[in-house]
């Protein structure tokens, strides 16, 4: 027994050394020193308590060649996973399930632009950015050398090729992209249009509404105070993306003369899609002449967000419509040819080959019509639509990318006006800029290029690629872009919201939120003139939501409340609801499901169950409701193929019935037991933890938040006839920065800075985040080395 108990014992001890090493030869290194091909000179790097980088360089060369590889090791297979979204080689990494995907990317022409782009940067010559970019990427491919490779390579038996600037512009490419709101919402508004007609349309939000709130402009003539073939549909295929997609965000800069400081406040938390790692990786940058603490996209060597001891910009989707679908005319002598007014033009065709793991390359054929790719091959809901072809006009693809230079001049900004000039030079996507100084400056810029277009186009409705009215007219001028620059009510913000009209009087069509969340903002800054860092946190975690308890009343001024006496608790708490997403709360439990089964009764039969999902996932529902559920002529309340004519009260009330059957069976009989804490749910997914069971390893679980779909602190999800709410979205990051005390800012991320799985900071901040704390983000070059949990010491190796 003993001999076998000492087998045992060695085992086990032999076991447990084994996974030691292992885990030593892929977790990240924060202490001793290291050598680093092509450095001048030495580079500290301080890493804090939660595993935030502070890099100390001589110069901006080696700060950069730092940053990347720094950057790779804590974020290299997130790095990855984006280029290769956007290079459309996912099926080459992960397997042939993702091939639906990059023949998606190929044909909406991600990385065919990444190519130009890449070109056009370089072409510039030896500009700060591309040697800062330089840099950064060989400091990238310096970690992928020689470096301690993350699990994930090891899991998937891959290694990771050399980063290059096609691969950066890629990512960027990815950015851009984004929340897909034209491809998920135009085709169902056309199907809408086409078999529906304008009696059902008038009782959506198509367009923003008059009752929507949107954001006030500010012209000034000056900018200073003072002189400083498809098998999916494409809500499934974008389930598939191993990389979160960017989704809103709120933004808000207060004036000192709103402050208790007198010095300008500056708050933004981006709403991206929950994640593990979050999207965002925080870096802290010193070299003489410059100071920087910046959140960075994983391959990208600049901030999107970020701030000096000067300036501070932030940033959140401007959610502007820069994506038009031209449904086209074939000339009937010659299919390879559209017709446009009495003119004939070409379609052209290339084939591109996608790599597969584990099989042949498949060669792909795109055509694309002057307007653009043809989509019907990668989009189902196209091809169910029409069998003509529909090109996707959009901005991104017209031109190279300039947004690497914009970001590089916006962190090393001087002065409002290199920050407003550098915004000009994003052409898409469309971006809000917030900006604030410590000379007292606040701003925004709505940053896109804007088109005019033709006067025969409805912006979200197919447009007939024949008709010469409705061809692309040109661009406006970005000095007429929406933008406030110092107004007298003292403080900027946006919110996915409608701007007002530009300069030229446009009232420019997007994808635009309601503008509720931009209204509670607006209100609560204007209410009084002492605000800080302390206060305002109040207002980045609140939950309210002031129109959902609005639609939940009216819910119950349609039904015989006597009819459901049994259940008058739970009618009460919606009755009683002051919009706060309490976790203890039933109001809420009750008003999503009932809210979920009385649009599933009035629009099933028109839309059909896909057509019900991807109105449940765009914007448009958010700004539909209330106009839905009020609108007197309504024609979605009647069941169509039914002899009797079906009436608003009645769709309500059978939903009520449904909605309180299915929660008796889920929570129990008691009503009081309904607390929207257990139907929520909080999980940060990582592309590997779709496999079981791998979920335990790479995602994160956090408690429960007070999910909510429009209140400030956006923790969004998707309505459902489970009764079970996951939170697939919400602030990325939350920062509060007063300029009265720069090193005094704070900031939270929703896991950790560290993808690695095996750095103990990959989930070190979740708790602070679900509870809605705060951690500081730390500037002071004394502090940082007082308080420094590993100092790593990079040195000039020979080459």
Same mark, same amino acid.
């Given at each position: 027994?003993?001999?076998?108990?000492?087998?045992l014992? $060695?085992?086990?001890?032999?076991?447990?050394a084994?996974?030691?090493?292992?885990? &030593?030869?892929?977790?990240?290194?924060?202490?001793?020193?290291?050598?680093?091909?092509?450095?001048?000179?030495?580079?500290?790097?301080?890493?804090?308590?939660?595993?935030?980088?502070?890099?100390?360089?001589?110069?901006?060369?080696?700060?950069?060649?730092?940053?990347?590889?720094?950057?790779?090791?804590? *974020?290299?297979?997130?790095l990855?996973?984006?280029?290769?979204?956007?290079s459309?080689?996912?099926?080459?990494?992960?397997?042939?399930?993702?091939l639906?995907?990059?023949?998606?990317?190929?044909?909406?022409?991600?990385?065919?632009?990444?190519?130009?782009?890449?070109?056009?940067?370089?072409?510039?010559?030896?500009?700060? %950015?591309?040697?800062?970019?330089?840099?950064?990427?060989?400091?990238?491919?310096?970690?992928?050398e020689?470096?301690?490779?993350?699990?994930?390579?090891?899991?998937?038996?891959?290694?990771?090729r050399?980063?290059?600037?096609?691969?950066?512009?890629?990512?960027?490419?990815?950015?851009?992209?984004?929340?897909?709101?034209?491809?998920k919402?135009? @085709?169902?508004?056309?199907?809408?249009?086409?078999?529906?007609?304008?009696?059902?349309?008038?009782?959506?939000?198509?367009?923003?509404?008059?009752?929507?709130?949107?954001?006030?402009?500010?012209y @000034?003539?000056?900018?200073?105070?003072?002189?400083?073939?498809?098998?999916?549909?494409?809500?499934?295929?974008?389930?598939?993306?191993? $990389?979160?997609?960017?989704?809103?965000?709120?933004?808000?800069?207060?004036?000192?003369?709103?402050?208790?400081?007198?010095?300008?406040?500056?708050n933004?938390?981006?709403?991206?899609?929950?994640?593990?790692?979050?999207?965002? &990786?925080?870096a802290?940058?010193?070299?003489?002449g410059?100071?920087?603490?910046g959140?960075?996209?994983?391959?990208?060597?600049?901030?999107?967000?970020?701030?000096? *001891?000067?300036?501070?910009?932030?940033?959140?989707? &401007?959610?502007?419509?820069?994506?038009?679908?031209?449904?086209?005319?074939? #000339?009937?002598?010659?299919?390879?040819?559209?017709?446009?007014?009495?003119s004939?033009? @070409?379609?052209?065709?290339?084939?591109?080959?996608?790599?597969?793991?584990?099989?042949?390359?498949?060669?792909?054929?795109?055509?694309?019509?002057?307007?653009?790719?043809?989509?019907?091959?990668?989009?189902?809901?196209?091809?169910?639509?029409?069998?003509?072809?529909?090109?996707?006009?959009?901005?991104?693809?017209?031109?190279?990318?300039?947004?690497?230079?914009?970001?590089?001049?916006?962190?090393?900004?001087?002065?409002i006006?290199?920050?407003?000039?550098?915004?000009?030079?994003?052409?898409?996507?469309?971006? #809000?800029?917030?900006?604030?100084?410590?000379?007292?400056n606040?701003a925004w %810029?709505a940053?896109?290029?804007?088109?005019?277009?033709?006067?025969?186009?409805?912006?979200k409705?197919?447009?007939?690629?024949?008709?010469?009215?409705?061809q692309?007219?040109?661009?406006y001028?970005?000095?007429?872009?929406p933008?406030?620059?110092?107004?007298?009510?003292?403080?900027?913000?946006?919110?996915?919201?409608?701007?007002?009209s530009?300069?030229?009087?446009?009232?420019?069509?997007?994808?635009?939120?309601?503008?509720?969340?931009?209204?509670?903002?607006?209100?609560?800054?204007?209410?009084?003139?002492? %605000?800080?860092?302390?206060?305002?946190?109040?207002?980045?975690?609140?939950?309210?939501?002031?129109?959902?308890?609005?639609?939940?009343?009216?819910?119950?001024?349609?039904?015989?409340?006597?009819d459901?006496?049994?259940?008058?608790?739970?009618?009460?708490?919606?009755?009683? %609801?002051?919009?706060?997403?309490?976790?203890?709360s039933?109001?809420?439990?009750?008003?999503?499901k009932?809210?979920?089964?009385?649009?599933?009764?009035?629009?099933?039969?028109?839309?059909?169950?896909?057509?019900?999902?991807?109105y449940?996932?765009?914007?448009?529902?958010?700004?539909?409701?209330?106009?839905?559920?009020?609108?007197?002529?309504?024609?979605?309340?009647?069941?169509?193929?039914?002899?009797?004519?079906?009436? *608003?009260?009645?769709?309500?009330?059978?939903?009520?019935?449904?909605?309180?059957?299915?929660l #008796?069976?889920?929570?129990?009989?008691?009503?009081?037991?309904?607390?929207?804490?257990?139907?929520?749910?909080?999980?940060?997914?990582?592309p590997?933890?779709?496999?079981?069971?791998?979920?335990?390893?790479?995602?994160?679980k956090?408690?429960?938040v007070?999910?909510?779909?429009?209140?400030?602190?956006?923790?969004?999800?998707?309505?459902?006839?489970?009764?079970?709410?996951?939170?697939?979205?919400?602030?990325?990051?939350?920062?509060?920065?007063?300029?009265?005390d720069?090193?005094?800012?704070?900031?939270?991320?929703?896991t950790?800075?560290?993808?690695?799985?095996?750095?103990?900071?990959?989930?070190?901040?979740?708790?602070?985040?679900?509870?809605?704390?705060?951690?500081?983000?730390?500037?002071?070059?004394?502090?940082?080395?007082?308080?420094?949990?590993?100092?790593?010491?990079?040195v000039? $190796?020979?080459?």
């Amino acid at each position: 027994m003993k001999k076998i108990l000492t087998i045992l014992g $060695a085992f086990i001890l032999l076991l447990f050394a084994g996974l030691l090493i292992f885990i &030593f030869l892929h977790s990240p290194q924060y202490d001793g020193e290291m050598k680093l091909k092509g450095l001048g000179d030495q580079v500290e790097v301080h890493f804090d308590k939660y595993g935030i980088p502070h890099i100390y360089a001589e110069n901006e060369t080696d700060a950069y060649r730092a940053m990347g590889y720094i950057h790779a090791q804590e *974020r290299l297979f997130q790095l990855e996973m984006m280029r290769r979204v956007g290079s459309g080689t996912l099926a080459e990494f992960l397997g042939k399930d993702l091939l639906e995907v990059d023949q998606f990317f190929h044909t909406l022409g991600i990385p065919k632009h990444a190519k130009k782009s890449s070109a056009a940067f370089l072409a510039q010559g030896e500009t700060p %950015w591309k040697k800062a970019a330089e840099a950064y990427i060989a400091g990238v491919n310096e970690f992928i050398e020689n470096g301690k490779l993350p699990v994930e390579y090891t899991l998937l038996g891959e290694k990771p090729r050399p980063y290059t600037f096609e691969d950066m512009h890629s990512i960027v490419g990815y950015m851009s992209f984004t929340f897909a709101m034209g491809l998920k919402t135009d @085709p169902l508004v056309t199907k809408m249009a086409r078999e529906l007609g304008p009696d059902y349309m008038n009782s959506l939000s198509v367009q923003t509404l008059s009752e929507h709130h949107v954001i006030p402009v500010n012209y @000034p003539d000056s900018l200073q105070k003072d002189s400083a073939t498809i098998r999916q549909n494409l809500t499934a295929l974008l389930e598939k993306l191993p $990389a979160p997609l960017l989704e809103g965000s709120n933004a808000w800069v207060i004036s000192g003369s709103r402050t208790k400081s007198g010095k300008v406040l500056f708050n933004n938390d981006t709403h991206i899609g929950f994640a593990s790692p979050s999207v965002w &990786f925080e870096a802290h940058i010193e070299y003489p002449g410059f100071s920087f603490y910046g959140n960075h996209l994983a391959g990208v060597p600049f901030g999107l967000v970020g701030h000096t *001891r000067h300036h501070s910009i932030g940033l959140t989707m &401007f959610e502007n419509d820069d994506q038009d679908f031209f449904e086209e005319k074939l #000339n009937p002598s010659n299919p390879n040819e559209i017709l446009v007014g009495d003119s004939i033009f @070409p379609i052209s065709s290339r084939k591109e080959l996608i790599k597969v793991k584990g099989q042949e390359p498949i060669e792909f054929e795109i055509r694309e019509t002057i307007h653009g790719p043809i989509m019907n091959p990668v989009v189902k809901e196209i091809a169910d639509l029409t069998s003509n072809p529909v090109a996707s006009w959009w901005v991104y693809i017209l031109e190279p990318t300039k947004a690497l230079e914009a970001i590089f001049k916006m962190n090393h900004a001087n002065s409002i006006q290199e920050v407003a000039d550098a915004a000009g030079l994003i052409h898409a996507p469309g971006l #809000n800029i917030m900006y604030g100084d410590s000379i007292g400056n606040i701003a925004w %810029w709505a940053a896109a290029k804007l088109p005019i277009r033709g006067e025969k186009v409805h912006s979200k409705i197919f447009a007939d690629g024949s008709d010469p009215a409705a061809q692309p007219k040109g661009w406006y001028p970005f000095t007429d872009n929406p933008q406030s620059i110092n107004p007298e009510i003292g403080f900027v913000a946006s919110a996915n919201n409608q701007p007002d009209s530009m300069r030229n009087g446009v009232f420019f069509p997007g994808y635009y939120y309601p503008g509720e969340r931009w209204n509670r903002i607006a209100k609560t800054i204007t209410s009084r003139d002492d %605000w800080d860092q302390e206060s305002i946190q109040k207002l980045q975690l609140e939950t309210l939501n002031e129109v959902a308890p609005k639609n939940g009343q009216f819910l119950l001024s349609h039904i015989k409340q006597e009819d459901f006496s049994d259940y008058s608790d739970a009618l009460d708490a919606v009755q009683n %609801w002051d919009g706060v997403h309490d976790l203890n709360s039933e109001a809420p439990t009750v008003y999503y499901k009932w809210l979920y089964h009385t649009l599933r009764l009035a629009m099933l039969d028109e839309l059909g169950e896909d057509g019900l999902k991807a109105y449940l996932e765009t914007f448009m529902m958010i700004r539909s409701t209330r106009h839905f559920l009020t609108h007197e002529d309504n024609r979605w309340w009647d069941t169509k193929g039914t002899d009797t004519k079906e009436t *608003r009260e009645q769709i309500i009330t059978e939903a009520l019935k449904i909605s309180l059957d299915e929660l #008796n069976a889920q929570f129990g009989k008691d009503s009081d037991d309904w607390e929207w804490e257990k139907a929520v749910s909080v999980e940060h997914p990582h592309p590997l933890g779709s496999q079981k069971p791998l979920d335990k390893i790479f995602n994160v679980k956090t408690d429960a938040v007070e999910a909510n779909e429009e209140a400030v602190n956006k923790l969004a999800f998707k309505l459902n006839g489970e009764g079970v709410y996951k939170v697939t979205s919400g602030p990325a990051m939350r920062i509060i920065l007063d300029f009265a005390d720069v090193e005094g800012s704070v900031s939270v991320l929703p896991t950790g800075n560290s993808g690695n799985r095996f750095s103990g900071h990959y989930a070190d901040q979740k708790n602070l985040y679900a509870k809605g704390k705060y951690r500081p983000q730390l500037m002071n070059e004394a502090e940082i080395k007082d308080k420094s949990k590993g100092k790593l010491l990079l040195v000039p $190796a020979e080459d």
